[in-house]
């Protein structure tokens, strides 16, 4: 398997401007993770759908940022409007099951000037 | 709630020295621990697991030994290259455990110089 993709790999954006940032899970994956890495905070887990279904959205830091699943195997983070303070590595990950080890994507390092 | 605490960084030690990085937890049920590696400019990758107390997880030199009674699971090496500079994330989660997620350390720089 090709493991997990994210694209793009880089993208610098304007403050204000829409930004989707995508991400295809390894199949037969029931549980896809979004994850924001900063110097600052660290690693922090975004959201997390169970079969293509939204579970747990309480580290979306605020309603600009959403995030969809349409099928087992695509998934978007949104981010409208952008801001400076967006700029991070964000991380797609997904798993087998509840809690099994998760299996990372190489990120979507984002810009916004 | 589920945590996790490592030991501070950054490490920094000599090629073919000892490693030790120390990770606790706390945690109800009886989740599964692992580490995870992270290389400059890469996502975080599986390094080793254990299921279940008194597991020894192993890789690529590495190895960790899921202790119950002492609520850790340390990461060493016995003899540590230039490569193995990156940073080291202790998390835990697992079916026996209380959530969905795994929960994550802060994260240890290692730094190996030659």
């Known amino acids: 398997d090709a493991g997990v993709i994210q694209s793009p790999r880089h993208e610098v954006t304007e403050m204000g401007q829409e930004v989707t940032l995508r991400c295809k899970p390894i199949?037969?994956?029931?549980?896809l993770f979004w994850y924001r890495q900063t110097m600052m905070r660290g690693l922090e887990l975004l959201i997390y759908f169970n079969n293509n279904v939204p579970i747990d959205d309480s580290g979306m830091p605020e309603d600009r940022f959403s995030a969809k699943m349409p099928n087992a195997s695509f998934s978007t983070l949104k981010i409208q409007p952008s801001e400076p303070r967006d700029s991070a590595v964000y991380f797609c990950?997904?798993?087998?099951?509840?809690?099994?080890?998760?299996?990372f994507g190489p990120g979507t390092r984002l810009t916004v000037t | 709630g589920d945590s996790v605490t490592q030991m501070e960084g950054p490490v920094t030690l000599s090629e073919e020295a000892f490693l030790t990085i120390n990770c606790t937890y706390t945690a109800t049920g009886y989740p599964s621990l692992f580490w995870y590696v992270q290389y400059p400019g890469e996502g975080l990758q599986l390094l080793l697991k254990?299921?279940?107390?008194?597991d020894k997880g192993s890789n690529k030199g590495f190895e960790a030994t899921y202790r119950k009674e002492t609520t850790s699971f340390h990461l060493e090496k016995g003899s540590v290259q230039v490569s193995d500079s990156a940073v080291y994330f202790c998390a835990l989660g697992g079916r026996g455990g209380a959530t969905n997620k795994l929960i994550f350390g802060t994260g240890t720089l290692l730094a190996v110089q030659p």
């Open positions: 199949s037969g994956h029931d549980y």
């Open positions: 990950a997904s798993s087998v099951d509840r809690g099994y080890e998760q299996y």
């Open positions: 254990a299921t279940k107390a008194d």
